[in-house]
């Protein structure tokens, strides 16, 4: 149980477009979704974190115009980067939580993002 | 604020050699999760370990085992007898148990076990 999948994989784009990557929970209720933003050899940072029906909370430094998030339902929570540019170029992970308990957070297997 | 230091960015061992990954943290709060993730190649984090700040108990799950210490703030991780598919790199993380849910990681140790 908790799965969370992620959509694409991998994805490569033009700079100057806009990509959109899905976060599922499979099988379970999310109340809260995090996106986590992953450059190379580097440590996961918290983006942003999003809870179904409201608006995201954007970390220090994020670009809540740049990095759209949309939490629409229990169980999809979706990042658009708008306008990618070539330093956008990352793993992005998303994780989601359940209300009640320790809020385990279960992970994404991410999204390898490559903006040419 | 919280902090999350592993002060090992790489490490590398021969198989069969036990190795000890350190972690250290800092937050004001007396009450938060501490967590170990593994990341292979393929990126995907892999769950190990939570423990709460109520239990100091350390704990052994086969090969690997992990000794918390409140007294100074560290939560390190050892892998006995280390084997290739041990490579990875791991993260030590920290989460306030009251409030956002946010989880800080470390910096992250790259392992590489050689054959």
């Known amino acids: 149980g908790a799965v969370v999948s992620q959509h694409p994989s991998r994805v490569i784009c033009k700079s100057g477009t806009s990509v959109k990557i899905e976060c599922r929970s499979l099988?379970?209720?999310?109340?809260?979704m995090f996106w986590y933003r992953q450059f190379p050899k580097q440590s996961l940072m918290l983006m942003a974190t999003?809870?179904?029906?409201?608006?995201?909370?954007?970390e220090q430094g994020v670009e809540k115009d740049k990095f759209l998030i949309n939490h629409a339902s229990l169980t999809l929570s979706t990042l658009t980067v708008t306008s990618a540019h070539p330093e956008d170029s990352s793993f992005y992970i998303c994780?989601?939580?359940?209300?009640?308990?320790?809020?385990?957070?279960?992970f994404g297997p991410g999204t390898r993002l490559t903006v040419t | 604020a919280q902090k999350v230091t592993q002060a090992q960015t790489e490490i590398s061992v021969v198989e069969k050699e036990d190795v000890t990954l350190d972690c250290v943290y800092e937050?004001?709060?007396?009450?938060?999760?501490l967590f170990w993730y593994k990341q292979p190649p393929s990126g995907e984090l892999v769950f190990l370990i939570r423990?709460?700040?109520?239990?100091?108990q350390n704990e052994i799950s086969g090969r690997y085992s992990w000794n918390f210490q409140k007294s100074t703030s560290s939560f390190n991780f050892t892998i006995t007898a280390s084997q290739v598919v041990d490579s990875a790199v791991y993260f030590c993380?920290?989460?306030?148990?009251?409030?956002?849910?946010?989880?800080?990681f470390g910096q992250g140790t790259r392992l590489t076990i050689n054959p």
């Open positions: 423990r709460n700040s109520f239990d100091e």
């Open positions: 993380a920290l989460r306030l148990i009251q409030g956002a849910q946010k989880l800080v």
């Open positions: 937050t004001r709060d007396t009450t938060y999760y």
């Open positions: 994780s989601a939580t359940t209300a009640g308990g320790p809020h385990e957070q279960y």
């Open positions: 999003s809870n179904e029906g409201s608006k995201a909370t954007y």
């Open positions: 099988d379970f209720q999310a109340t809260t």
